[in-house]
C-alpha cells in the first residue's frame, strides 16, 4: 500500500510567489485557496510566519494582502490565544457579468485545458494504489460536495476536483489543476446555477469517485470525461 497523499492543494497554492508583483499574487493565492475551498468557511489560515515563508514575501506583504481581502470581505482577523485569520462564513457575491460575452479562443482555451488535466487526473488517481487515507479524503470530499447547499456548491465542488489531483500524488498535476479550475470557476460565475445540473453533476461524481476507488482506470476517465463536457456545454450556451 502507498504512503498518504503527498501532493496537496494547499502546497499548489502557498508556493512562492514572483518578485515583481508579490501583493497581487498573495492576494491570489489567498483568494484561489478560499474560492477553491481549501481553506473553508469559517476555518483559520496558516499563520503570518507560515504564509510568509510558503509565498516568500515579507510579513508587511502578507498583511497588507490580508487586509485587501478583509476589506473585500473574506476574511477576518481575530486577536487573542485563539486568535488569526479567519474566512467568513459567507463569501462576497462574484462580479456580475452584466451579459458580457466571452472570447471563443478564451473558453475554448479554458475548456480544453479542463479536459485535459481532469481526465488525466481521474485516470491517474484510479491506476494508483490508494492509501486509506487517500481514500477517505475522496469520500470525505464527495459527501461533502453532495450536502452543499447553492450558495457553497461551487467551492465543495472545486475541493473535490482537486482531492480527485490530490491523491495522484503528483504536486504539478495538483498545481496545474488548481490554477485552471480558477480559471473555469471565472466563467462558471458567469451563468447561473441550475440546480438539475448540480443533481446531475452529484451523480456524476459519484460515478468518478467509485470508479477511482474501484481502481478501474477508463471508467474513471469516462466518467470525468462526461462530467466535463456537460459543464463545458453549459458554458459554450451561455457564454459563446
Known amino acids: 500500500m502507498e504512503s498518504s497523499t503527498v501532493a496537496n492543494a ?11 508583483n508579490a501583493f497581487e499574487e498573495t492576494v491570489e493565492r489567498l483568494l484561489q485557496a ?7 468557511a469559517g476555518e483559520r489560515l496558516p499563520s503570518e510566519r507560515e504564509l510568509a515563508e510558503r509565498l516568500g514575501v515579507s510579513r508587511v506583504t502578507l498583511r497588507e494582502a490580508i487586509r485587501a481581502l478583509s476589506d473585500a470581505g473574506y476574511v477576518e482577523s481575530r486577536r487573542g490565544r485563539y ?33 485535459v488535466l481532469e481526465t488525466g487526473a481521474a485516470e491517474m488517481a484510479a491506476s494508483r494504489s ?11 470530499t464527495l459527501a461533502e460536495a453532495a450536502a452543499a447547499d447553492v450558495g457553497d456548491y ?24 488548481a490554477d485552471a479550475r480558477m480559471r473555469v470557476n471565472q466563467l ?14 452529484n451523480a ?29 456545454s453549459l458554458l459554450r450556451a451561455f457564454l459563446a
Open 188 to 201: 462558471l460565475d458567469m451563468i447561473p446555477l441550475l440546480e438539475p445540473n448540480l443533481e446531475h453533476s
Open 83 to 115: 486568535g488569526g485569520t479567519f474566512v467568513n462564513d459567507v463569501l462576497p457575491d462574484p462580479p456580475a457579468a452584466d451579459g458580457r460575452k466571452v472570447d471563443n479562443a478564451t473558453l475554448e482555451d479554458a475548456l480544453g485545458l479542463r479536459h
Open 130 to 140: 490508494l492509501s486509506p487515507a487517500d481514500r477517505q479524503h475522496l469520500t470525505s
Open 204 to 232: 456524476q461524481h459519484e460515478a468518478i469517485v467509485d470508479a477511482i476507488l474501484a481502481g478501474d482506470s477508463e471508467a474513471a476517465r469516462r466518467a470525468m470525461t462526461e462530467h466535463v463536457e456537460g459543464t463545458a
Open 10 to 20: 494547499g502546497d499548489a497554492l502557498f508556493r512562492p510567489v514572483r518578485a515583481g
Open 154 to 177: 461551487r467551492r465543495k465542488d472545486s475541493r473535490l476536483h482537486l482531492a480527485i489531483a490530490e491523491v495522484t500524488a503528483s504536486g504539478s498535476l495538483t498545481t496545474a489543476m
Open 34 to 40: 478560499i474560492r477553491l475551498g481549501v481553506v473553508g
